[in-house]
């Protein structure tokens, strides 16, 4: 807690130490009981102030922040409300008189005071204001600051109350439409199995990544001694792995991301089970590819995608970033299953990455969107040389400007199918 003292306490020392001068100067005693008086009124002020900190021992006050909805996507906002109650019969009285404020990151309150509706009962206040989330990441919420002025007002005590939220923000996305039978045709349905097959098409099949652990027949797996899953359910439904290869311009890089969650969650609510690749999507936070998340989880599932997406950082070089979407490649490579969907938000590719990323076409069925800044000729050159690459690789890819509508992207991208 910091205390000091007011405009008036400042004056009224001042006005003391004057009056005692003079009274010593002048052989006045009745002036120096005044100069005396005035320079012990802050002086005690302040010695209360600190006897009565709000913040201190058990008769601190108990703080309570509540922020719906949170996780926010960005551009959304959140309501936020801090309770305040006392805890003791001194508290309350405490209480009262305190005046209270909200300490925001910039990026929830963007950059303005925060302005907020304060109601107060015998043992409680209440905070309540609003903060739309600007940015993508996590961001702290407070702590509470609370400002009490003396009965005199010579001194201003400041104190922060409770701990500090970190309120989590997820990308930016756009609702698009379901990929129907554009990436799953009905030749795909026939060689796979029906989306709802009958029972007499039930049959077991070796346990592969990206599998729902609530198909595993347990009596037959004991039997055999490896996991075996009913093939009956879901066995239409392709798992899909969205691949993002993160740019170092920060604008472009949450472009990319929004894209590519929006693209993930397109094929998650269509039913596949669906993963991200890249760098900072691997437990751990490395380059590579998380665990497969499956669509019957309900809403968790949606938000167990996005989590995903909360700490991923911008690349802090162009070949570092190169370098990290190799990575992945390569993991990939390793944990493929059979008939996979992959989905690509790629930049201009070095033909050594382009190499790497051909022959992820042959194990799955591939397609990319190619961003280019369109700042310079050279970049959409390279973005084309990409694209190029990536189709005689067996790839299905479409070029697009970065801050191109999310929408306009996913529909250019079906529409390279046709």
Do not use: K, N
């Not at 008189?97 to 304060?118: D, K, N, P, T, W």
């Not at 990206?210 to 075996?228: F, M």
């Not at 992945?328 to 070095?350: D, F, H, N």
């Amino acid at each position: 807690m910091r205390q000091r003292p007011t405009a008036r306490g400042w004056a009224l020392a001042a006005a003391g130490l004057v009056a005692l001068q003079v009274g010593i100067g002048l052989g006045s005693l009745d002036l120096v009981r005044i100069g005396v008086l005035l320079l012990a009124l802050p002086v005690v002020a302040l010695g209360v102030a600190v006897a009565v900190d709000a913040a201190r021992g058990r008769r601190g006050l108990a703080v309570r922040r509540s922020v719906l909805p949170d996780p926010v996507h960005a551009g959304e906002e959140s309501q936020v409300e801090v309770e305040v109650r006392a805890t003791d019969r001194a508290g309350r009285a405490r209480l009262a008189g305190l005046r209270f404020s909200e300490q925001a990151a910039v990026e929830l309150s963007g950059g303005r005071a925060l302005r907020a509706r304060v109601v107060r009962r015998p043992e409680t206040a209440s905070v309540s204001y609003t903060v739309r989330a600007g940015r993508r990441g996590r961001w702290p919420l407070g702590p509470l600051v609370v400002t009490r002025v003396d009965t005199f007002g010579v001194v201003r005590s400041r104190a922060t109350l409770g701990d500090e939220t970190q309120v989590a923000v997820w990308p930016a996305v756009a609702a698009l439409p379901a990929p129907s039978d554009v990436l799953v045709g009905e030749p795909d349905r026939v060689a796979l199995g029906a989306r709802t097959p009958s029972t007499d098409d039930a049959h077991l099949r070796d346990y592969r990544e990206g599998d729902d652990l609530r198909r595993v027949h347990w009596r037959s797996s004991a039997r055999r001694g490896s996991l075996l899953v009913r093939s009956d359910e879901r066995a239409g439904l392709r798992p899909v792995t969205v691949l993002l290869d993160l740019p170092v311009r920060a604008s472009a890089a949450e472009w990319t991301i929004s894209l590519t969650a929006s693209m993930a969650l397109a094929m998650l609510e269509a039913g596949h089970p669906v993963r991200l690749a890249g760098a900072g999507v691997a437990p751990g936070g490395g380059s590579g590819a998380s665990p497969f998340v499956h669509a019957r989880s309900g809403p968790e599932s949606r938000a167990a995608l996005l989590d995903l997406t909360i700490d991923l950082e911008p690349a802090r070089s162009a070949p570092e970033g190169e370098a990290a979407l190799v990575d992945a490649v390569r993991v990939l490579g390793t944990s493929q299953t059979g008939g996979e969907i992959v989905l690509a938000a790629l930049g201009p590719l070095t033909p050594g990455a382009r190499a790497g990323l051909a022959h992820l076409g042959d194990a799955a069925q591939a397609w990319a969107v190619v961003r280019e800044d369109g700042r310079t000729s050279g970049d959409a050159r390279d973005a084309h040389a990409t694209v190029l690459a990536l189709r005689r690789a067996g790839w299905r890819a479409v070029q697009v400007t970065t801050g191109t509508d999310l929408q306009t992207c996913w529909l250019e991208l079906l529409g390279g199918a046709r």
